[in-house]
């Protein structure tokens, strides 16, 4: 399929400009610390005990002390949100980059993990060169207290040996649980381990102590490789011949080490310092339970929540993070808000679909001894509810809906959850925004899926249609699940019969019409649901387009 350059460039061109720069900076701090300890006075003894094991470790370590530093910066949420929500501050493309901060984030991950094997590989090789060149004339270098010390003795009795192996083994665990396997069926497991990243930070904050490795003090009365007292230039080695063609190559002093200040702190403390800053502020701003107004039961195992917090705002497309201490006092999972508070009603919402062990533990907190699979119409329960506390809310891509003239809405099953927040932000007459025109498109497996938020889609459409915009909203429905198939016989529900399909949308055709109506237009497509779907949509939006319409995609994810 033909790629188009322009559309390349407003989908990828971004994200592959700060992956380059990323990348540059990388090489940049790998080659610059690389060629300081191997050709740098200051560490000409140690770089001859150690030979090129001191200049690939230390290389190493400057690329883990920029990568670590920006996974925190990746994880402050708020900061994110706070960034993305000023539209004085950042432009559209701005915000459509710190939409794949999650990316970044799992990038700067994998670089951590492949530089710490590096970082470890060549530490070995360095222990290995401490007990077997142990220096008599420069006995403040030696890291051995002896000569053929047993180098796993070394790393065991030693601070930065005993913290390094801490550190890969909370870095295997980390690296372990974050599989994509592992995040699916164990969620708990993925989050208690990747929490270990608070006891991560404090260790490598004391991986430097102890001075392992130590630079000259004194160039200038001691330049490397200067003959010293009681010693003749045939003890030299043949490289250091080359220095001694004048009388000023005798030493003045013996050589004066001192230990390599550390780097990790000037690297770390910044990004810390504000990602606890933070931390502290979103849990204040989540001590206070919500209240929870009612709870309602959806088919295909689907629990509606309404709540009620004081002073809650949010906008259209974001998430909230949720915490049940009767389920799990340390567990905390994303959901998207499905209706935003507004200034008539304060209440806003959420929609779980029952997957896992900590939604099934709190749909039986909500409603207990309940028969979710015998239910088809919603049904609304009233009893005392757990405490339930929520963080947020947080940005998403789907923020942007409003800011395009035209938008295409793509969702998948239960994906339609952020969609659902903007369809209520229309109802309810929300003013101020660019959207001219939107497309909602809905694929589900089951028919009882769209029960979810029928009622919703015919309001809009009676809303719409009173007001003679009927073509502002158009809208498809997709069941590709043709096993028992019945329609909504229902007539309030007779707007979504008329716009029923069955089977899988012709996404290229779609795409090709929704060109032609809108001719020179940047179109924001917008897709949550399956990898299928979204990944035939992104190869979609970049390919070759007639008519000049640009399709930029932003995509949705609940991992």
Same mark, same amino acid.
Request: charge should be positive; aromatic fraction near 12%.
């Given at each position: ?42 560490? *000409?003894?140690?770089?001859? #005990?150690?030979? %090129?094991?001191?200049?690939? $470790? =230390?290389? !190493?370590?400057?690329?883990?002390? &920029? +990568? ?50 590096? *970082?470890?590989?060549?530490? #070995?090789?360095? %222990?290995?060169?401490?007990? $077997? =060149?142990? !220096?008599?004339?420069?006995?403040? &270098? +030696? ?50 381990? *990747? ?365």
């Amino acid at each position: 399929m033909a790629v188009s350059l322009r559309s390349w460039v407003a989908n990828e061109g971004g994200k592959h400009l700060v992956l380059m720069l990323w990348l540059g900076a990388n090489a940049w701090l790998f080659l610059n610390t690389f060629l300081l300890f191997s050709t740098g006075q200051q560490y *000409h003894y140690l770089y001859k #005990m150690l030979g %090129v094991g001191v200049c690939i $470790s =230390r290389a !190493s370590a400057s690329v883990l002390n &920029l +990568n670590c530093s920006l996974l925190l910066l990746t994880m402050c949420r708020s900061v994110l949100t706070f960034i993305r929500g000023t539209h004085v501050v950042s432009s559209r493309k701005t915000r459509r980059l710190l939409d794949k901060s999650k990316t970044f984030h799992v990038a700067c991950g994998i670089a951590v993990c492949l530089f710490s094997v590096v *970082h470890v590989s060549a530490h #070995m090789v360095n %222990v290995v060169n401490f007990s $077997s =060149r142990y !220096s008599d004339d420069f006995p403040a &270098l +030696n890291l051995a207290r002896y000569r053929g010390e047993d180098p796993k003795w070394i790393i065991l009795t030693t601070i930065p040996g005993v913290t390094g192996v801490l550190l890969v083994l909370i870095l295997l665990l980390m690296l372990i649980s974050s599989s994509h396997c592992v995040r699916v069926s164990k969620y708990e497991i993925f989050w208690y381990t *990747h929490n270990l990243f608070i006891i991560f930070y404090i260790i490598l904050m004391m991986h430097m102590v102890g001075g392992v490795l130590k630079y000259q003090s004194n160039i200038e009365a001691h330049p490397p490789g200067c003959l010293r007292p009681n010693q003749s230039s045939a003890e030299q080695h043949v490289d250091d011949l080359e220095q001694l063609e004048d009388d000023d190559s005798s030493c003045k002093e013996d050589a004066h080490f001192e230990p390599h200040y550390p780097q990790t702190w000037l690297w770390v403390s910044g990004p810390l310092c504000l990602y606890c800053v933070e931390r502290l502020y979103r849990c204040i701003r989540s001590s206070a339970p919500v209240t929870i107004v009612t709870v309602i039961r959806h088919p295909c195992d689907v629990i509606e929540l309404r709540m009620l917090k004081k002073d809650f705002k949010a906008r259209p497309g974001q998430y909230i993070v949720l915490n049940c201490p009767s389920v799990s006092s340390f567990e905390n999972h994303p959901f998207t808000l499905t209706k935003c508070p507004t200034v008539n009603k304060e209440t806003f919402g959420i929609h779980l679909r029952v997957v896992g062990d900590w939604t099934e533990r709190f749909t039986q907190q909500l409603l207990p001894q309940s028969r979710m699979d015998l239910e088809i119409l919603p049904m609304v329960q009233q009893r005392a509810y757990p405490k339930l506390y929520i963080d947020g809310p947080f940005g998403s891509p789907s923020e942007e809906v409003f800011n395009y003239d035209v938008s295409l809405c793509v969702a998948g099953g239960i994906g339609v959850t952020p969609f659902a927040c903007v369809l209520h932000a229309l109802l309810d007459g929300w003013r101020g925004f660019r959207l001219q025109r939107l497309y909602f498109v809905w694929v589900c497996r089951e028919l009882q899926s769209f029960y979810w938020f029928a009622e919703l889609l015919c309001a809009l459409h009676q809303k719409l249609w009173e007001e003679n915009r009927p073509d502002y909203f158009n809208l498809k429905l997709y069941v590709s699940q043709v096993d028992n198939l019945h329609s909504m016989s229902e007539e309030r529900f007779r707007p979504l019969s008329s716009r029923m399909l069955v089977g899988r949308p012709r996404w290229k055709h779609l795409l090709d019409e929704i060109g032609k109506r809108n001719k020179q237009k940047r179109v924001g497509v917008f897709c949550c649901g399956p990898k299928g779907i979204s990944r035939t949509l992104h190869r979609l939006c970049n390919s070759a387009r007639s008519r000049g319409t640009t399709f930029e995609f932003n995509k949705e994810s609940f991992s």
